[in-house]
Nanobody, 114 residues
Framework: QVQLVESGGGLVQPGGSLRLSCEAS????????MGWFRQAPGKQRELVAS???????NYADSVKGRFTISRDNAKNAVYLQMNSLKPEDTAVYYC????????WGQGTQVTVSS
């Protein structure tokens, strides 16, 4: 079965950086577009970045210019480099295909606070 495992979250001060990682198993990773989602308390899960099989990326307006998504097909991994973090970026971050088709992993908590 498909397994998505996120890591790399933590507590960071405003303006800081974090790099999230997601390892996927049970899928032909190189044939899938991938995305990073986040869910803040009391809010719906939202797609913040996606990357297609050709490594073309798209970003939500709220993170454009601050976040960078990348992938390594040899490692079945997708990454999210987050710079200039803001308190409103606080959320649990998940990876999945952009439609959210596969079973969600446990996510990784990102907290931006001074």
């Amino acid at each position: 079965q498909v397994q998505l495992v996120e890591s790399g979250g933590g507590l960071v001060q405003p303006g800081g950086s974090l790099r999230l990682s997601c390892e996927a198993s049970g899928i032909i990773f190189s044939l899938n577009d991938m995305g990073w989602f986040r869910q803040a308390p009391g809010k719906q899960r939202e797609l913040v970045a996606s990357i297609n099989r050709g490594s073309f990326a798209n970003y939500a307006d709220s993170v454009k210019g601050r976040f960078t998504i990348s992938r390594d097909n040899a490692k079945n991994a997708v990454y999210l480099q987050m710079n200039s973090l803001k308190p409103e970026d606080t959320a649990v971050y998940y990876c999945n295909v952009p439609g959210g088709y596969y079973t969600w992993g446990q996510g990784t908590q990102v907290t931006v606070s001074s």
